[in-house]
């Protein structure tokens, strides 16, 4: 109702302007033809006249309405130029702090929850910088004042720092026409105060505040380098610590613009992803779905059996799928690519010097204009009593321990139902194994819609998985043998047998031994960097699982272009890292892929959406493989197709989500992919039915009915 009523006022103040004709009154000629009228009245009644025109003033700048630049010349006029100028100045501020309440109040809600998304980076960049952006505008006449209240009452910029703002960035401007009233007579249009040349200037005042921030920004970057000695030259262009996804891509792009580049790496080429992340697990899964295959062939009108494997072989496949992959990483092949690479341990000594223990323990000691650090993360290890003798695996170590193995452990614990607890929990299982998957929280995968988890849980139960979910690990006993997990549920303990523990509740950041603390780098969780990835140092960034936010080798390589990029170039120009479609998979069976926001994120951002779903049991090709569990479900605003997420779950949902991802990234709504032939029978024709999905909820049924007239109409 309130708002209401405000946009009733604002419409019929500028109905009433119109109406009498308010602006013939506010006419250059009309306050030279009654000036000395209104100084009579001043003369006479000085508090009234100013009480008046304070008023008319406000009301003006808050309705919006035009013609402040004459009533600015008129307080010259009437008032001289210190009066005028204090009366200009509080009562054009007072005016545009109420439009600027005015347009908060009724508009800001609506409008960011309908472009929420597409405003964040300017709702990040106001309140980074706000003021100076706002300083800026308001020095330069050219921009609408107007139009300026009330496009900042849409941002989160606050209303003190919006009225001081605004005093002072108006401030030269107002002297300017307050002084140029006190000689009205020369005046004969308003272009004779706005000159080209006056306006440049004021243009060249506005961007007094960047240079300012450019020059502080240097101080700062004095500051934080005062203590350390620069080097008069330097041997590398970059140096790069870590050898994982994020370090061999910072590594090959130094090489491919020709910039002289170290690569540092202690333990082996291709970091976890390749050794025991995302290329083992992936092979295990593989091996563990045919068995799964096997036991279930009945359902492909073929005779079922137990499957009979050696657990050895398996795991020797693993290995031999890391020794075909490994030679895409290899020392050899960035060596050919023209990166030093250096085997042994890096420590940073001071901004721009690396001190490295090689391999065969020699020394050695290289300067560089840049650093990039791509340690990448390790298993997060609980303290549990009594695990550290019970001879636990982490994600990262039961590849090793596991492969000396002649028999799979027959009962295996995984404490963790994230994405590499689920994953590994159903492998085993599916191997054979008996396993229990322990997991803290009420459900599976927390990050994932409560649909998705129930049918990741149902999924883990159906290849034999035992899910615990909402219980605790609270220790690991050993007596007689035996090792327990003791969890505990609803105040009740009890005790879980196993053969082997599997340690996978999330991974963290490498953050020791690198020099990072000695050189003042916050690392409280991963290594703190601004949006271009560059720590308090600007010559040192941070790329990868190190860095985070996220924990994708994807996303490693993502960051590695900026952080690379910004580090070799940065002195021409900066790149912000962009996460705004990131997408990631859960190798479960089925899969679980997602990009961009799920219900559960949209509702916690209080982001407006609408919800479309195609079930996979209405996809032919689905139906013929017998792979008709799972959905696609897409978030898009209401009543529009601009795609703000979308969540699949469904057999190889990591390769149909790729669609999405190029869709989002481009700007590509639901109608364009519903436009786009699909190649029948395949799986990836559910992402056009989703498509469909949508368009039939938003049919335009006017239209419709019109042309159901039509068609009856032409059978008579």
């Given at each position: 109702?309130?708002?209401?009523?405000?946009?009733?006022?604002?419409?019929?103040?500028?109905?009433?302007?119109?109406?009498?004709?308010?602006?013939?009154l506010?006419?250059?000629?009309?306050?030279?033809?009654?000036?000395?009228?209104?100084?009579?009245?001043?003369?006479?009644?000085?508090?009234?006249?100013?009480?008046i025109?304070?008023?008319?003033?406000?009301?003006?700048?808050?309705?919006?309405?035009?013609?402040?630049?004459?009533?600015?010349?008129?307080?010259?006029?009437?008032?001289?130029?210190?009066?005028?100028?204090?009366?200009?100045s509080?009562?054009?501020?007072?005016?545009?702090?109420?439009?600027?309440?005015?347009?908060?109040?009724?508009?800001?809600?609506?409008?960011?929850?309908?472009?929420?998304?597409r405003?964040?980076?300017?709702n990040?960049?106001?309140?980074?910088?706000?003021?100076?952006?706002?300083?800026?505008?308001?020095?330069?006449?050219?921009?609408?004042?107007?139009?300026?209240n009330?496009?900042?009452?849409?941002?989160?910029?606050?209303?003190?720092?919006?009225?001081?703002?605004?005093?002072?960035g108006?401030?030269?401007?107002?002297?300017?026409?307050?002084?140029?009233?006190?000689?009205?007579?020369?005046?004969?249009?308003?272009?004779?105060?706005?000159?080209?040349?006056?306006?440049?200037?004021?243009?060249?005042?506005?961007?007094?505040?960047?240079?300012?921030?450019?020059?502080?920004?240097?101080?700062?970057?004095?500051?934080?380098?005062?203590?350390?000695?620069?080097?008069?030259?330097?041997?590398?262009?970059?140096?790069?610590?870590?050898?994982?996804?994020?370090?061999?891509?910072s590594?090959?792009?130094a090489?491919?613009?020709?910039?002289?580049?170290?690569?540092?790496?202690?333990?082996?080429?291709?970091?976890?992803?390749?050794?025991?992340?995302?290329?083992?697990?992936?092979?295990?899964?593989?091996s563990?779905?045919?068995?799964?295959?096997?036991?279930?062939?009945?359902?492909?009108?073929?005779?079922?059996?137990?499957?009979?494997?050696?657990?050895?072989?398996?795991?020797?496949?693993?290995?031999?799928?890391?020794?075909?992959?490994?030679?895409?990483d290899?020392?050899?092949?960035?060596?050919?690519?023209?990166?030093?690479?250096?085997?042994?341990?890096?420590?940073?000594?001071?901004?721009?010097?690396?001190?490295?223990?090689?391999?065969?323990?020699?020394?050695?000691?290289?300067?560089?204009?840049?650093?990039?650090?791509?340690?990448?993360?390790?298993?997060?290890v609980?303290?549990?009593?009594?695990?550290?003798?019970?001879?636990?695996?982490?994600?990262?170590?039961?590849?090793?321990?596991?492969?000396?193995?002649d028999?799979?452990?027959?009962?295996?614990?995984?404490l963790?139902?994230?994405?590499?607890?689920?994953?590994?929990?159903?492998?085993?299982?599916?191997?054979?194994?008996?396993?229990?998957?322990?997991?803290?929280?009420?459900?599976?995968?927390?990050?994932?819609?409560?649909?998705?988890?129930?049918?990741?849980?149902?999924?883990?139960?159906?290849?034999?998985?035992?899910?615990?979910?909402?219980?605790?690990?609270?220790?690991?006993?050993?007596?007689?043998?035996?090792?327990?997990?003791?969890?505990?549920?609803?105040?009740?303990?009890?005790?879980?047998?196993?053969d082997?523990?599997?340690?996978?509740?999330?991974?963290?950041?490498?953050?020791?031994?690198?020099?990072?603390?000695?050189?003042?780098?916050?690392?409280?969780?991963?290594?703190?960097?601004?949006?271009?990835?560059a720590?308090?140092?600007?010559?040192?960034?941070?790329?990868?699982?190190?860095?985070?936010?996220?924990q994708?080798?994807?996303?490693?390589?993502?960051?590695a272009?900026?952080?690379?990029?910004?580090?070799?170039?940065?002195?021409?120009?900066?790149?912000?890292?962009?996460?705004?479609?990131?997408?990631?998979?859960?190798?479960?069976?089925?899969?679980v892929?997602?990009?961009?926001?799920?219900?559960?994120?949209?509702?916690?951002?209080?982001?407006v959406?609408?919800?479309?779903?195609?079930?996979?049991?209405?996809?032919?090709?689905?139906?013929?493989?017998?792979?008709?569990?799972?959905?696609?479900?897409?978030?898009?605003?209401?009543?529009?197709?601009?795609?703000?997420?979308?969540?699949?779950?469904?057999?190889?949902?990591?390769?149909?989500?790729?669609?999405?991802?190029?869709?989002?990234?481009?700007?590509?709504?639901?109608?364009?992919?519903m436009?786009?032939?699909?190649?029948?029978?395949?799986?990836?024709?559910a992402?056009?039915?989703?498509?469909?999905?949508?368009?039939?909820?938003?049919?335009?049924?006017?239209?419709?009915?019109l042309?159901?007239?039509?068609?009856?109409?032409?059978?008579?």
């Amino acid at each position: 109702m309130k708002k209401i009523v405000i946009i009733a006022a604002v419409v019929l103040a500028i109905f009433a302007f119109l109406y009498f004709d308010g602006a013939s009154l506010l006419t250059l000629e009309n306050l030279k033809a009654r000036q000395s009228e209104i100084d009579g009245w001043y003369h006479t009644h000085p508090l009234g006249v100013i009480a008046i025109f304070s008023l008319i003033y406000v009301a003006l700048t808050a309705f919006s309405v035009p013609g402040a630049a004459v009533l600015t010349l008129a307080a010259g006029a009437i008032f001289g130029l210190v009066v005028g100028t204090v009366l200009v100045s509080f009562a054009s501020t007072i005016g545009a702090t109420l439009a600027f309440l005015g347009s908060r109040y009724v508009l800001r809600d609506p409008v960011q929850k309908r472009f929420g998304n597409r405003l964040e980076p300017i709702n990040n960049g106001i309140k980074r910088d706000g003021a100076f952006y706002l300083f800026s505008l308001r020095l330069v006449p050219v921009f609408p004042f107007f139009v300026i209240n009330l496009l900042m009452g849409l941002t989160p910029i606050r209303a003190r720092t919006f009225f001081w703002v605004s005093q002072a960035g108006m401030l030269l401007g107002t002297i300017v026409y307050v002084n140029a009233g006190t000689q009205l007579a020369r005046i004969d249009s308003l272009g004779d105060i706005a000159s080209p040349g006056l306006l440049a200037s004021f243009a060249a005042l506005g961007l007094l505040p960047w240079v300012g921030k450019w020059l502080l920004s240097g101080i700062r970057r004095r500051r934080v380098y005062a203590r350390w000695e620069k080097p008069r030259k330097f041997d590398r262009n970059l140096i790069v610590i870590g050898a994982g996804s994020a370090g061999l891509v910072s590594s090959f792009i130094a090489a491919t613009v020709r910039a002289k580049v170290t690569l540092v790496e202690a333990s082996k080429m291709g970091g976890d992803c390749l050794n025991t992340g995302c290329v083992p697990s992936k092979a295990l899964i593989k091996s563990a779905r045919i068995a799964e295959h096997m036991r279930h062939a009945d359902t492909y009108g073929l005779k079922g059996s137990e499957p009979q494997f050696d657990f050895k072989a398996v795991m020797q496949r693993v290995h031999d799928v890391i020794a075909t992959v490994e030679p895409h990483d290899s020392v050899e092949r960035y060596t050919a690519l023209g990166v030093d690479v250096v085997k042994g341990y890096a420590r940073i000594v001071d901004p721009w010097t690396v001190d490295i223990v090689r391999e065969d323990g020699r020394a050695q000691r290289l300067t560089s204009r840049a650093i990039v650090i791509a340690a990448g993360a390790e298993p997060i290890v609980p303290p549990l009593p009594g695990l550290e003798l019970s001879g636990y695996v982490t994600s990262d170590t039961l590849w090793e321990t596991f492969a000396k193995l002649d028999e799979m452990p027959r009962r295996i614990a995984v404490l963790g139902g994230g994405p590499i607890g689920c994953e590994l929990a159903q492998a085993f299982a599916r191997l054979g194994a008996e396993v229990n998957l322990v997991q803290r929280r009420k459900r599976l995968l927390p990050r994932e819609d409560e649909d998705v988890a129930e049918l990741a849980r149902l999924a883990l139960a159906a290849s034999g998985v035992s899910v615990l979910v909402d219980h605790r690990a609270v220790r690991v006993e050993t007596a007689s043998g035996e090792r327990h997990l003791v969890v505990e549920h609803a105040g009740a303990e009890r005790a879980l047998a196993f053969d082997a523990l599997i340690i996978a509740i999330g991974r963290k950041a490498r953050l020791s031994g690198y020099g990072l603390e000695e050189l003042g780098i916050d690392t409280a969780q991963t290594v703190v960097t601004d949006d271009y990835l560059a720590t308090i140092y600007p010559n040192i960034y941070a790329a990868g699982d190190v860095a985070g936010p996220y924990q994708f080798t994807h996303a490693a390589a993502h960051q590695a272009w900026y952080a690379s990029v910004n580090a070799l170039f940065g002195q021409v120009r900066r790149f912000k890292a962009d996460y705004r479609v990131i997408p990631w998979t859960t190798f479960i069976n089925p899969e679980v892929a997602r990009v961009g926001l799920n219900e559960q994120e949209a509702r916690a951002k209080a982001i407006v959406h609408e919800v479309t779903v195609f079930p996979l049991h209405e996809l032919d090709r689905a139906i013929a493989e017998s792979a008709t569990e799972g959905f696609v479900k897409v978030l898009t605003p209401p009543g529009k197709d601009r795609i703000l997420g979308v969540t699949i779950v469904g057999e190889h949902a990591g390769e149909l989500l790729a669609e999405y991802v190029l869709a989002m990234k481009h700007g590509l709504g639901l109608g364009k992919i519903m436009g786009t032939i699909h190649t029948y029978p395949t799986l990836a024709e559910a992402n056009k039915y989703a498509a469909g999905e949508w368009k039939k909820k938003h049919a335009p049924e006017r239209l419709l009915r019109l042309i159901e007239h039509y068609h009856t109409w032409r059978r008579r």
